[in-house]
């Protein structure tokens, strides 16, 4: 072998590193695929789970403030406790379920109105000349869309979703009272643990203030017009509030076909849609943040991402999870040194 042919040592070595990132990078790209491929097929049983974790975290500084700031005893600050966080949570299913079988039950009548309101709609365009085309005034798509079959799934889809949150409902009693049942056994020293728990239950308990505050404030307007199902609307507004950035807009649109089935396009139906709105700009966009204030450390833009995942990961639960869960995460993998970059991008920070 001459000179030429031998290998030089520095070019080896560049070799073996290069092989050793790819391969590192197919490694991590396998873990992440199997993780979101079980997260995928056990959501069935790890969304009432996690979601009976966060009910836990906030129940738990509850139980420590009766036990040692009250001298309650441990059983009587569990129960106390236990009730002021799960008795509003059933009430909420309770009423959903109710309401999400009165509408079904009148969904008939609902039809009749909404297609009155286009039709009402359809003659306005047509005396101010607004060039649409025939087919579209004639609202025959529209008709056959709330008359056929797609309204028959619709409403099947409906029930069954109903029958879902039930369901989820009662495993997270579950899973909560078995959690209670050994709480205070075992003290928390885990540094890790105790900021999760922490800045999680901080989160949440500022987040249903905000959201119960929203509430009221919406539905001042909903019963000063008379809006049907109003009582419905304002509990799906604090509801969907916890659905960041995306759940505000649902909650202002939901009400938009009941009024205008009730108002028509009147001066009521304008006040239901843009009083609403301007109160959850200001509140989301201006009084939440100061409240919140940097206690999850996450970018707008690391919100968003985690909403997207979330929601296709696990669906309407992953989107009411999205925030807590993706803080969860950035506490623990700022405590790994290997992870520690991660952590920084998902604050919003470049890593050092």
Known sequence: MTEQNKPIPAQREGGVDIYRKINTACLILIAVVSLVTALIYTRSILIPLVISIFIYTMITPLIRYLRFRMKFPRWLAIVISATIVLVPLVLVVIFISNSISNFVQTFSIYQAKLLESFNKLADLIRSYKIPLPDEMLELKSLQAMLTGPSSVNFLKGVGSNAVKVISYFSMVVIFVFFMLLGSGRTKITNTVIKEIQNKISAYLYIHIIVSIFTGICVGIVYFSVGLELALMFIVCTIVLNFIPNV?????????????????????SFWIVLIIPACMQFVIGSIMEPKLLGGGMDLHPVTIIGSLVFWALVWGVPGAFLAVPMTAAVRIILSKLEPTRAFAEILSGRLPK
């Open 247 to 267: 759940g505000s807009i649902i909650a202002v649109l939901l009400p938009m076909p009941i009024a205008l089935m009730q108002f028509g396009p009147t001066a």
